[in-house]
Every structure is written in C-alpha cells, then in structure tokens.
C-alpha cells in the first residue's frame, strides 16, 4: 500500500514535468519563426544569413518604409476595399436569407434550406476554371468584383447556417408583435432581427473577414492586373520583384499580418464563437 | 389590398434572390460546368468543343502524374489525420486536464492557434526562407547540432519537396483544431472526470474512459474536415512549389490548375476537377450527416 502511493507521487511529478516540456516546445515552434520573422526584418541582408539567430547588431527600422514604398500601401487599400466589401454583404445577404428561412413557412423552404447547405461542400479549388469562365463571360474578370464576388458566394453558406442557428432562439412573438404592427418584413428584419442578432453578426463578421483578408486563389486566377491585387497575392510579386532583398520582404509580411493579429487579439471572443458554431476550415 | 397581400406572399422568395443567385452563379453552376467540361476536349484558345465521353478519365487512369498527384493528396491526409487529429486531440486533453495553470494554458492555446490566422502567402513565403538551403534556419539549426548530414534543398529536392510542406501544414493547422477539441471537451460534465477520480483512474484513463467518449463525435467531424481538407488542398503547394521539383510535389489541385492555366487543356483539368468533387461530396456529405447529429 505505501510503496504504491509513494510510485503514484513520483510517477505525477515527471508526468506533469513532461507535459509542460512538450507543450513549451511545441509553443516555441510555433511563435519562433514569427519572431524570427520579426527580428529578421530588421536585419540588413549580409546579417540574416550569417547570424540568423541573434538579435540584430543594427536595427535597420528602415526597411519598413522601403517596403512600404514598393507598393504595399496599394495592395492593402486593395485588401480592406474587398474584406469590407464582401463583408457587409455576406452578413446583410446571409442574416435577410436566415431570417426569412426562420420567421416565414413558404413553399420549397426545405429546398433553399439544402442548397445553401450543398454549398458548404462545393470548395472553390474544384471550380476554378469554369469560375474563370463566368468571370469573362460576365465581364468583370480583371476587376475587383471577380474578387468580391466569389468571396460573398462562398462565405454564404456558412453565415446563413450560422446565423439560421442563432435566430431560432429569438422567440417567435418578436416577429409576430412587428406583423401585428403592420411591419413589412424588411422593417421586421431591420428593426427586431438585426439588432437582437447583434452577437452572431460579430462572430460571423469575424470569422468572414479573415476568411477574405486571406483569400488567394480568386486575386491569383481572376485578376490579373496586379493593381487591383490584395496583399496576399501582392506579396508574391512583391518578393519576386526584391529577389534576394529578403529582410524587406520579411518587412512586407510583417505588415500585412499585423492588421490581422491586431483584429484577432481584440476580437478573439467573437471569432472563436464563429468559428466553433461552424466548425468548418 | 389583393396587391399587398400577393407583396407578402412573394416577400420570402425575393429576400431569398440575392444567396440563391450568389450561390448558383458561382458555386453549382461551375460544378456543373466541371462535368460539361470534363467530357469534351477543347482549349481556351480554339474552343471547338469535342465530345469525347469518358475519354479524358480514361486517359487519367494511364497518367501515372493523376496517381502521383493522388498519392500526394493520401500523404496529406494520413499525416493530418495523425497530427491534426489524434495529437491535436492529445494536446487539447493535455492543455484541458489541469497539468498548467489556466492562465498558461491559455498563453499555450493562443501559441498554437496563431498560425492557422496567417495568410497563405505569409506562411509560404516565410518557410521559403526557413527551408532554403545552407543558410535556411532549418538547415543551420541542423548544423549546429552537428546534424549536417540531414541538411537539404528542402524544396529544391524530389524526396524532401511534399513531406517539407505537409509539415508546414501541420504547423499552420494542429492549433486550429486542438481549439475546436478544446471546445468539445468543456461540453463534457464535470461530474464524469469526478467519478473517474474516485474511481481512482489515473489521468490516461480518465483521458481514455472520459474525453475520447465524449468527444467522439467532434473527432469523427474533425477527421472528415481534415480529409476534405487534403483533398482539395492547392494553395500552399503552389506558393511553395508549385507543384516542382519535377512534379515531385504536386497535389490534384494543383495538377489540376496547372492542366488548365499552364498547359490549356481544359477537358483534362475538369476531369481532374470531377474526380476531386466526387471525393470532396461524399466526405463532405458524412460532414453534414455528423454535424446534424452532433447539434439537431
């Protein structure tokens, strides 16, 4: 009995000991090459490859502006133009589709109930060449809206579902009082939906505009004008155009993250709720 | 008022136009293209379309560069299933079980889950940098613990191409998913961790007994997404590889996108498209089932 309870006592130790080595590891692997990527930027190039691990001798805080000025700055004002845009309409679209979908009984409800589900399964990646098709074909390949435009449609799905969910908590009286009113549905939606749906439009809103912030596939196939593209595929030919400038280059990618990191650290509640309603990468 | 009354009536379909057109335009009618497509063989520049039936997936079948880039796709999802999956499940139950302090393991949770917010772009462009030959971190972190021998092209080289970015994956996504186990093993009552502690069962039995019961069904989910995942996967093959050395490291997608952008034959593309989208919709099908029946 007492030479079990004294092997119990030693076993905890190192397992407790163990888990928190591997977890430590596991975290350095992750954060270091971020924070290589930081100190990195700030190097000259001569330095990065030759002490790659140490800090900077000389802090070359310079090669924030240079990449600035190989034209970041558009890239960026290209990335917040598109996330805002598809943004606001995915959440508008998708809240007026869930409502209606919530608060009225119609013919083939059941049906549009399937197809926005259907489009959870349908990943872009398969369609790229007949999207490419349509763009030309409607005549906004080349233009912003051949990034909008596909961005919205896929980030439909999930913000109706998500959004679906949460309004069938909102009692139904909310609705029937409004009719009562005399409200039309787009006033019952504006006025009693929107603003009781509050939570769920911040976690869905979340959740898209890092979606889009990150989009690349669409900027890399549909546009080609590289003035219109976001950061994501601006990067790359950011990088080709510095060829072996690379602490401006790591300087280039430390500002295109910081936007998101900025919005994930302060929103991070919202975020992880969308996300964990969802469960979809 | 028969006016307004027939307003009322159609006010549910036309609020219901704008997602139903979104969804058409750009999500089904490209599959369905996909399939047109796939049965004809014609090119961007010339398009007289020739119907050709199963012709192009019978050519699949010969091209040992369809069954490479498939093997390709197997590799990413045995490796994520383990990683993502099995270890991420692990670590959740680890970070979850009281071992480190709550304020630590969130510090811990947050670590992980940082990668998997970064642009595509970032992370590719960054491990470019970390796998370059020589004077790449990882090559000079190899040297310096005399492992020198293990030092490689990492990208540059046949062997190593796939394996150095499906590890990258690994490192962009376990976070991701450890979160989403997080989630699921707070669902689990306390009372059934009590009684295995009364029990007198040891943390790996309570883990064994109590979280993997209690989770399965997130971990069927969670498998289904990492196997869509894999199947699809495109993006950072072509950021880091594009498919090179040799084709060493190409995936179907990108395979795929190379048939239809680079060598223009349109036909053969959207075959591969076809038989991506048949693998997607049944895992994605098993998703929907297990998804309805996790939360009715």
């Given at each position: 009995m007492m030479r079990r309870r004294s092997r119990l006592a030693l076993r905890l130790a190192p397992a407790k000991l163990g888990a928190l080595t591997i977890l430590t590891i596991l975290a350095v692997v992750t954060i270091y090459p971020l924070a290589w990527l930081l100190l990195n930027s700030l190097k000259s190039s001569d330095a990065?490859?030759?002490?790659?691990?140490?800090?900077?001798?000389?802090?070359?805080?310079?090669?924030?502006?240079?990449?600035?000025?190989?034209?970041?700055?558009?890239?960026?004002?290209?990335?917040?133009?598109?996330?805002?845009?598809?943004?606001?309409?995915?959440?508008?679209?998708?809240?007026?589709?869930?409502?209606?979908?919530?608060?009225?009984?119609?013919?083939?409800?059941?049906?549009?109930?399937?197809?926005?589900?259907?489009?959870?399964?349908?990943?872009?990646?398969?369609?790229?060449?007949?999207?490419?098709?349509?763009?030309?074909?409607?005549?906004?390949?080349?233009?912003?809206?051949?990034?909008?435009?596909?961005?919205?449609?896929?980030?439909?799905?999930?913000?109706?579902?998500?959004?679906?969910?949460?309004?069938?908590?909102?009692?139904?009286?909310?609705?029937?009082?409004?009719?009562?009113?005399?409200?039309?549905?787009?006033?019952?939606?504006?006025?009693?939906?929107?603003?009781?749906?509050?939570?769920?439009?911040?976690?869905?809103?979340?959740?898209?505009?890092?979606?889009?912030?990150?989009?690349?596939?669409?900027?890399?196939?549909?546009?080609?004008?590289?003035?219109?593209?976001?950061?994501?595929?601006?990067l790359t030919t950011f990088g080709d155009s510095l060829n072996t400038n690379w602490p401006v280059l790591l300087a280039g990618l430390v500002i295109s993250i910081v936007p998101i990191l900025v919005v994930f650290l302060l929103m991070q509640r919202q975020f992880m709720r969308g996300l964990t309603a969802g469960a979809l990468k | 008022m028969r006016r307004r009354a027939i307003i009322a009536r159609l006010a549910p379909y036309l609020a219901l136009v704008p997602v139903l057109l979104f969804l058409a335009v750009f999500l089904y009618i490209p599959v369905v293209l996909d399939f047109a497509y796939s049965a004809h063989a014609w090119n961007s520049l010339s398009p007289t379309w020739r119907f050709v039936g199963f012709g192009n997936f019978r050519e699949l079948l010969h091209d040992p560069l369809f069954w490479q880039s498939l093997r390709g796709n197997v590799l990413y999802a045995v490796v994520s299933l383990i990683v993502q999956v099995a270890l991420a499940l692990v670590l959740a139950a680890v970070l979850e079980s009281g071992v480190v302090g709550i304020r630590l393991s969130a510090f811990f949770r947050v670590s992980y889950f940082i990668p998997s917010i970064m642009p595509i772009t970032v992370i590719g462009l960054l491990w470019q940098i970390l796998y370059q030959p020589d004077v790449g971190l990882i090559d000079q972190a190899l040297h310096a613990v005399g492992l020198a021998a293990l030092a490689h092209a990492w990208l540059g080289e046949e062997a190593t191409a796939l394996p150095a970015i499906v590890a990258v994956s690994q490192w962009q996504w376990f976070g991701y998913i450890t979160v989403l186990f997080i989630v699921a093993i707070r669902a689990i009552p306390r009372e059934l961790y009590e009684a295995a502690a009364i029990d007198g069962a040891r943390a790996w039995r309570s883990f064994w007994h109590v979280t993997v019961p209690g989770v399965t069904e997130t971990t069927v989910l969670m498998a289904l997404i990492t196997i869509f995942g894999a199947v699809k996967v495109f993006d950072i093959v072509w950021v880091m590889t594009g498919g090179g050395p040799n084709n060493a490291s190409q995936v179907l997608g990108s395979y795929m996108y190379r048939s239809a952008f680079r060598d223009d034959r349109v036909g053969y593309a959207a075959a591969i498209a076809v038989v991506m989208f048949m693998i997607c919709s049944v895992v994605g099908a098993a998703q929907l089932y297990w998804s309805r029946r996790r939360a009715p």
């Open positions: 990065l490859f030759e002490r790659s691990w140490a800090l900077p001798t000389t802090w070359l805080w310079h090669n924030y502006p240079e990449a600035w000025r190989y034209g970041l700055g558009r890239f960026m004002a290209n990335s917040v133009l598109i996330t805002g845009v598809s943004v606001v309409a995915i959440v508008l679209l998708g809240a007026l589709a869930a409502f209606v979908l919530v608060t009225r009984r119609f013919r083939g409800r059941g049906l549009v109930t399937a197809i926005v589900l259907g489009g959870l399964i349908v990943p872009p990646e398969v369609s790229l060449f007949p999207l490419f098709k349509i763009m030309v074909l409607l005549g906004i390949y080349n233009t912003y809206l051949a990034m909008i435009a596909p961005d919205i449609a896929y980030g439909l799905p999930f913000t109706v579902l998500l959004l679906r969910a949460y309004m069938t908590q909102i009692p139904p009286e909310m609705a029937e009082a409004a009719t009562m009113d005399g409200a039309g549905l787009l006033r019952c939606f504006w006025h009693v939906y929107l603003p009781l749906a509050r939570p769920a439009l911040a976690a869905a809103a979340m959740v898209q505009a890092m979606r889009v912030w990150n989009e690349f596939v669409f900027a890399l196939t549909f546009v080609s004008n590289d003035a219109l593209h976001p950061l994501t595929v601006g | -």
